[in-house]
C-alpha cells in the first residue's frame, strides 16, 4: 500500500483533525502551519498574523480505501468555505480556508470541486477557499496533536 498525502486548513486545526482522523482510509494526521514565510513558527507566532500560516492538517490517505474526492467531501462539509479568514469563534488569516495540494491531481479535482459547490446554489455568497501548492509543513508543538482525544472532556469547538 503506497499513502498519498494531502493537506487542508479549514479553521483551528483541532476540530480539522478530529473530523479527517474518523475517516477509514486516512492512515496518519498531524496538525502544523504552512502557507507563511517564517522557518518553523510557533503557534504564538502563527496567531499573531504576521508569518502568513494557515493552521492546517496534513495526513497520509490509502488511495486503495478513500479517494482524494472524498477527502475534499469531508473538507468542504466541516466548515464554511465562503468567511475569509474567519471559522466560528476563530478571526484571522490564521484559519483561512486552504486546500494545499500535491499534485497536479489534486489540483486539478479540488478546483473542480470548489467550481461545482460555487455554482450548486448551496451558499449565497461566492467561495473563498484557496487552492494553492504545498510548501513546507510545519509541525505543530505536540500538545495541538490529536487534541480531542488527548482532551476528552474539553468541548469539541476552538
Known amino acids: 500500500m503506497e499513502l498519498k498525502e494531502a493537506a487542508f486548513a479549514a479553521g483551528c486545526f483541532w476540530g480539522v483533525e478530529d473530523s479527517?482522523?474518523?475517516?477509514?482510509?486516512?492512515?496518519?494526521?498531524?496538525?502544523?502551519y504552512m502557507g507563511g514565510n517564517t522557518d518553523k513558527?510557533?503557534?504564538?507566532?502563527?496567531?499573531?498574523?504576521?508569518?502568513?500560516?494557515?493552521?492546517?492538517?496534513?495526513?497520509?490517505?490509502?488511495?486503495?480505501?478513500?479517494?482524494?474526492?472524498?477527502?475534499?467531501?469531508?473538507?468542504?462539509?466541516?466548515?464554511?468555505p465562503t468567511t475569509m479568514n474567519?471559522?466560528?469563534?476563530?478571526?484571522?488569516?490564521?484559519?483561512?480556508?486552504?486546500?494545499?495540494?500535491y499534485d497536479e491531481n489534486q489540483k486539478n479535482a479540488a478546483e473542480q470541486s470548489k467550481q461545482e459547490l460555487d455554482q450548486s446554489g448551496k451558499y449565497s455568497n461566492p467561495i473563498v477557499t484557496e487552492v494553492t501548492p504545498a510548501t513546507a509543513f510545519n509541525r505543530a508543538e505536540e500538545y495541538h496533536q490529536q487534541y480531542y482525544e488527548k482532551n476528552p472532556h474539553k468541548p469539541k469547538v476552538c
Request: hydrophobic residues 30%; aromatic residues 14%.
Open 20 to 32: 479527517f482522523r474518523q475517516l477509514a482510509g486516512v492512515e496518519k494526521t498531524e496538525v502544523g
Open 41 to 80: 513558527p510557533s503557534y504564538e507566532q502563527v496567531c499573531s498574523g504576521k508569518t502568513g500560516h494557515a493552521e492546517t492538517l496534513h495526513l497520509k490517505f490509502d488511495p486503495e480505501v478513500i479517494s482524494y474526492q472524498e477527502l475534499l467531501k469531508n473538507f468542504w462539509e466541516i466548515h464554511d
Open 86 to 101: 474567519k471559522q466560528g469563534p476563530d478571526i484571522g488569516s490564521q484559519y483561512r480556508s486552504v486546500i494545499f495540494y
